[in-house]
T-cell receptor, first 115, second 115 residues
Framework: GEDVEQSLFLSVREGDSSVINCTYTDSSSTYLYWYKQEPGAGLQLLTYIFSNMDMKQDQRLTVLLNKKDKHLSLRIADTQTGDSAIYFCAERARNYGGSQGNLIFGKGTKLSVKP | DAGVTQSPTHLIKTRGQQVTLRCSPKSGHDTVSWYQQALGQGPQFIFQYYEEEERQRGNFPDRFSGHQFPNYSSELNVNALLLGDSALYLC??????????????FGPGTRLTVL
């Protein structure tokens, strides 16, 4: 079956780098996503990576994909207190009859940034 | 450019009642997906609507139903509410022509509390 696993908590100091890890099970996943959720809010799409890529960088965010091990990570450089939130890894389920596959989410990693 | 909007923001119902939640997709999007996010969990896929039809469905009972209108907006209906239906209900929109990337943009959610 399809499943996404994440560690539940991460605590870092302001200015340090944060690395949030995720493992997924569906080797046919073509796209993998990182979303951010602040308290009481919806999900904000941070970035996504196509499965034929190993790395994608977008300003302070770096996504690394190890397809062999089905491991995805999100690195946040120079972490700020405003980065405190829950971060969700998601993979796209297989398409059904040509329609877009739904997203399968992990339980989220709560990032706490201490000043 | 209007993002995904949802109404109401909060709702309190009692067991056995029925509820309707509403979603307007991001401007230019034609596909709407609904997710349920229980406290401390990642979002779980309920169903997806495209061209006014339910295209995919997650593992939710028939008490959960939906509709998509010609203007692409959507409703989620839940009948015979149970305490366990208390959750944040998230709507996500995407564009079918971007089927491969399936970049879904989420609304702020509707917080449903069942007493």
């Amino acid at each position: 079956g399809e499943d996404v696993e994440q560690s539940l908590f991460l605590s870092v100091r302001e200015g340090d780098s944060s690395v949030i890890n995720c493992t997924y099970t569906d080797s046919s996943s073509t796209y993998l996503y990182w979303y951010k959720q602040e308290p009481g809010a919806g999900l904000q799409l941070l970035t996504y990576i196509f499965s034929n890529m190993d790395m994608k960088q977008d300003q302070r965010l770096t996504v690394l994909l190890n397809k062999k091990d089905k491991h995805l990570s999100l690195r946040i450089a120079d972490t700020q207190t405003g980065d405190s939130a829950i971060y969700f890894c998601a993979e796209r389920a297989r398409n059904y009859g040509g329609s877009q596959g739904n997203l399968i989410f992990g339980k989220g990693t709560k990032l706490s940034v201490k000043p | 450019d209007a993002g995904v909007t949802q109404s109401p923001t909060h709702l309190i119902k009692t067991r056995g009642q029925q509820v309707t939640l509403r979603c307007s997709p991001k401007s230019g999007h034609d596909t709407v997906s609904w997710y349920q996010q229980a406290l401390g969990q990642g979002p779980q896929f309920i169903f997806q609507y495209y061209e006014e039809e339910e295209r995919q469905r997650g593992n939710f009972p028939d008490r959960f139903s939906g509709h998509q209108f010609p203007n692409y907006s959507s409703e989620l209906n839940v009948n015979a509410l149970l305490l366990g239906d208390s959750a944040l209900y998230l709507c996500a929109s995407s564009l079918a022509v971007n089927r491969d990337t399936d970049t879904q943009y989420f609304g702020p959610g509707t917080r449903l509390t069942v007493l």
